[in-house]
């Protein structure tokens, strides 16, 4: 397992940061997702053998944020 931090930007409320952590915690090698809008950052625990960090990213980028 492995775990990143990513910063996101464009989450303006509480609504942002569900939204991003469900839409990763639902993705298939993902065991944990965290956003913080104030921080403007994501906590992602995932298995590196299912899902890339540029994958997560991308996930990110879909639902329209910036993730870098």
């Keep these: 397992m492995k775990n990143i931090r ?18 990763l ?9 965290g956003a913080d809008m104030k921080k403007s950052s994501v906590s992602v625990l995932f298995n590196e053998d299912k899902i890339s960090a ?10 329209g944020y910036n993730a870098e």
Excluded: N
């Design 54 to 63: 540029d994958k997560i990213r991308k996930i990110i980028s879909e639902l």
């Design 25 to 33: 915690e639902e993705t298939e090698g993902v065991a944990s997702a």
């Design 6 to 23: 990513l910063k996101v930007s464009g989450m303006h409320c509480q609504s942002c940061e569900m939204l991003i952590r469900d839409a």
